[in-house]
T-cell receptor, first 112, second 114 residues
Framework: AQTVTQSQPEMSVQEAETVTLSCTYD???????LFWYKQPPSRQMILVIR??????QNATENRFSVNFQKAAKSFSLKISDSQLGDAAMYFC?????????FGAGTRLTVKP | EAGVAQSPRYKIIEKRQSVAFWCNPI?????LYWYQQILGQGPKLLIQFQNNGVVDDSQLPKDRFSAERLKGVDSTLKIQPAKLEDSAVYLC????????????FGNGTRLTVT
């Protein structure tokens, strides 16, 4: 079974600084997608960024970017110029076909 | 476009009672998921539908949980009888058929079993 591991239960960052959240996954598939979701206290999961495994170029969405290392099965999220509104739970997710799996999450605190 | 709608937002019941959750996915999304999220954990898939057919229900505790998606649109998830360990947030999500399409989530239902 495919597994997704987030080894950092909690992270904190100073406002305006940069933080990196780690994620590793295990799969034998070659065609898959990776996602980062943000879950604020309102509970709704919001898509932050996605990466297609067959694309070598790292995805970027404004202040959010990923470091995708396919051989190492690593998919980290970098948040630049952190803002107070970035404080939330962040979940790494993997999807291949109909199989969608989530990591346990990293709670990000942003200090003013 | 309207998002995924879920109701109720909160529910408190006593153990051994029954409860039902409702989900209306984004229009046109054929795939619908129900996830259970226990406090401090990531979402765990309970059941996945493709239109009105079940794709994966391998982690659904079928002795007490049931779900249906009549007409391939709305879906209901039922628990009967509830146990204390069923206390969690129940998330509904849907996605379109595109290869890399992400899941779109509703606001979830927080269930407390006392």
């Amino acid at each position: 079974a495919q597994t997704v591991t987030q080894s950092q239960p909690e992270m904190s960052v100073q406002e305006a600084e940069t933080v990196t959240l780690s994620c590793t996954y295990d799969t034998s598939e070659s065609d898959y997608y990776l996602f980062w979701y943000k879950q604020p206290p309102s509970r709704q999961m919001i898509l932050v960024i996605r990466q297609e495994a067959y694309k070598q170029q790292n995805a970027t969405e404004n202040r959010f970017s990923v470091n995708f290392q396919k051989a190492a099965k690593s998919f980290s999220l970098k948040i630049s110029d952190s803002q107070l509104g970035d404080a939330a739970m962040y979940f790494c997710a993997y999807r291949s076909g109909n199989d969608m799996r989530f990591g346990a999450g990293t709670r990000l605190t942003v200090k003013p | 476009e309207a998002g995924v709608a879920q109701s109720p937002r909160y529910k408190i019941i006593e153990k051994r009672q029954s409860v039902a959750f409702w989900c209306n996915p984004i229009s046109g999304h054929a795939t619908l998921y129900w996830y259970q999220q226990i406090l401090g954990q990531g979402p765990k898939l309970l059941i996945q539908f493709q239109n009105n057919g079940v794709v994966d229900d391998s982690q659904l505790p079928k002795d007490r949980f049931s779900a249906e998606r009549l007409k391939g649109v709305d879906s209901t998830l039922k628990i009967q009888p509830a146990k204390l360990e069923d206390s969690a947030v129940y998330l509904c999500a849907s996605r379109s058929q595109g290869r890399g399409s992400p899941l779109h989530f509703g606001n979830g239902t927080r269930l407390t079993v006392t």
